[in-house]
């Protein structure tokens, strides 16, 4: 892999005071939930409500996401986590945490635990990114219509927003901090994945993706597998009283 140029990590706003959050419940182990790429925090509504009621949750949108500023700094991983962090120390929701990531989440989360394991009590992996999965993917070429519409977007974005800024853009610096954050420590994980192809997803871009959700088995002795067959990529709004009652199965197993 190409060394990436370098970004400066810094955080230039006090995320509580603009970030966009909700935060409900209370108590130990709080679920912290990073959604994927550009998703928003209402992408996790259908499955808040199965959950239990007496769990701290914490949900927020990141840069650019929903009512939460635009970026002024290249997102990095290593940006996105120690925004986080500050956003929970600024809300007084002390770790160790369960981290619930879905997609790219999962990128953040690898780093986090990696980075700050003391920090990490368990992560739920949601049909979320392996880091190596993101360079093999690189063989496919989107469909000619997708690809129209990925590049219609990035425009719009350059014109209002600096693109440059983008997780997606910083990907490569990502995984570079991923693996110099050293390795990933013997927790608790739960890996849960859609079985459904998506439309205009290559058949094997696809089976590729589900090579790599098992890979993440491999990050920890403590790794469980759950697929669900009536999803694609989005559990959480496909089938969330499935998904729920395989994390509220799992948060029962786990001390704290």
């Known amino acids: 892999m190409t060394q990436p140029e370098a970004h400066t990590t810094q955080s230039r706003i006090p995320p509580a005071a603009s970030v966009e959050f909700s935060v409900q419940g209370e108590g130990k182990l709080p679920l912290v939930f990073l959604n994927g790429f550009r998703m928003p925090k209402s992408s996790w509504h259908k499955l808040i409500g199965l959950l239990p009621a007496n769990r701290c949750m914490l949900l927020y949108n990141r840069a650019g996401v929903g009512h939460t500023p635009k970026a002024t700094v290249a997102q990095t991983a290593q940006q996105v986590v ?44 949601l049909d979320a990114s392996h880091p190596e999965e993101i360079i093999a993917q690189r063989q496919f070429s989107p469909p000619a219509l997708l690809n129209w519409i990925n590049n ?105």
């Open 82 to 125: 120690n925004d986080l962090r500050n956003l929970l120390d600024q809300l007084n929701i002390k770790p160790p945490y369960i981290v619930v990531a879905h997609s790219l989440g999962g990128i953040f989360a690898n780093y986090f635990a990696r980075r700050y394991p003391q920090e990490i009590a368990g992560i739920i992996f």
């Open 152 to 256: 219609a977007i990035k425009s719009l974005e350059k014109m209002g927003n600096p693109f440059k800024y983008s997780e997606d853009e910083m990907i490569d610096e990502s995984l570079v901090q991923i693996t110099n954050a050293g390795s990933f420590p013997e927790i608790p994980i739960c890996i849960i994945s859609g079985t459904q192809k998506l439309p205009l997803v290559p058949a094997a871009s696809f089976e590729l993706h589900c090579k790599y959700q098992q890979e993440l088995l491999r990050l920890s002795p403590l790794a469980e597998y759950h697929p669900l067959e009536k999803s694609g990529h989005f559990p959480q709004i496909s089938e969330p009283e499935a998904l729920a009652a395989i994390i509220n199965q799992w948060l029962k197993t786990l001390k704290g």
